[in-house]
């Protein structure tokens, strides 16, 4: 993997020395991670006209959420808790006399951004935007690896959910418990906090758990994704607890079945972003559903669970092939409840039958 790593920094150096920038520091630390293979807490990576250096505020633990450095990486701990790596790294960069530093301002509060200018006066500080971000969009075939398995622990997780006796317990139970199963199949933890809704709270989007009980006729909403080697993916279903489904169940989700389905089928390459999502909302808005749909259907995922590119109204910019993505369309009825139906695909071309879907747990409208 350290041949990957080094591309990936050949890339960005490409990019920053283009723009006319000596050096560059990322900061963010899932650009850390992606570019240095690892991202101990509070890491940040220097890319200089000479070597690249990894500053860490404390020796790395070697925790497997973290990942592993890169060894071709000369790695610098500083010498007390209470340096800022990135102070550190402005003033390594002035005195390798670069004469301009390209740092991700997004990332940096105003106060650090003054700390640098100060620490390193000669130093020319300028935007290196969402760069890395954009490096990232596209992922090979092993970070697809990575994400595959994160979608295999989280429908066995899922799975194994669906197989228990469900009414009578709490929503912060059932959520505990999938997160417990997430980590017994081998993920390094929860890609994001789990997200389970009963009865009224359903097909909200990311809901925090309450200690409601699960009813008999409740719509049940789960939300929930593995970590895996820091790659994470998502997955949404939507059932019925204990008895039949009622019409108004049963319309509504076909509704959003049908709404993920057509935005599932618009992932194809060169497919506008905001294409993908109109497929989707088009028949949640035919439907009468237009008020209080979600801003977008989807969104990209990899060493972050929302990443670009956002499949939105106002998005632009178009699908690539290896693009990882959600598509999870929903509606929620005010004081009844609602179907979330969310999938994480990866955008293939036609010739190799299209999109892969990562996550396989039923959509079929299930009665638990």
Not at 24 to 38: D, E, I
Not at 179 to 189: C, F, P, T, Y
């Amino acid at each position: 993997m350290s041949e990957v790593y080094a591309v990936r920094r050949g890339l960005l150096r490409d990019r920053f020395a283009a723009a006319g920038s000596a050096a560059a520091l990322v900061s963010r630390p899932a650009n850390v991670r992606y570019l240095a293979g690892g991202a101990p807490p509070g890491a940040v990576l220097l890319l200089g006209p000479g070597e690249d250096v990894l500053l860490c505020p404390r020796a790395p633990a070697g925790d497997p959420p973290h990942g592993r450095p890169d060894e071709q990486l000369r790695l610098t701990v500083l010498p007390d808790d209470d340096g800022d790596p990135v102070v550190a790294a402005a003033g390594l960069a002035g005195g390798l006399h670069a004469d301009s530093l390209a740092v991700e301002e997004h990332d940096l509060t105003v106060a650090r951004h003054r700390a640098m200018a100060a620490a390193a006066p000669r130093l020319r500080l300028c935007d290196l935007g969402s760069t890395v971000e954009q490096l990232r969009l596209v992922k090979d075939e092993e970070e697809i690896a990575c994400l595959r398995i994160a979608a295999e622990i989280t429908d066995q997780a899922l799975g194994e959910l669906l197989e228990s006796i469900l009414v009578g317990r709490t929503e912060r139970h059932l959520a505990l418990e999938l997160e417990r199963r997430l980590v017994d199949h081998g993920a390094d933890g929860p890609a994001f906090a789990t997200s389970v809704g009963t009865g009224p709270h359903s097909g909200q989007g990311r809901h925090r758990p309450t200690d409601r009980r699960v009813e008999e006729g409740d719509f049940l909403s789960v939300g929930l994704g593995a970590n895996y080697r820091g790659y994470r993916c998502e997955i949404g279903r939507t059932f019925v607890i204990g008895t039949s489904p009622a019409d108004w169940q049963i319309e509504l989700y076909d509704l959003v079945f049908a709404a993920q389905k057509a935005g599932r089928e618009a992932l194809v390459p060169g497919a506008a972003y905001r294409d993908v999502d109109r497929a989707a909302r088009h028949l949640l808005d035919s439907a009468g559903h237009s008020d209080g749909l979600p801003p977008s259907t989807g969104h990209g995922v990899g060493l972050e669970i929302d990443e670009d590119p956002q499949l939105a109204p106002t998005a632009m910019g178009k699908l690539d092939a290896c693009v990882p993505v959600t598509v999870e369309p929903g509606v929620h009825l005010p004081g009844r409840g609602g179907v979330r139906i969310d999938d994480t695909l990866v955008v293939r071309p036609e010739a190799d039958g299209g999109p892969e879907l990562l996550t396989i747990t039923t959509k079929e409208l299930l009665a638990l």
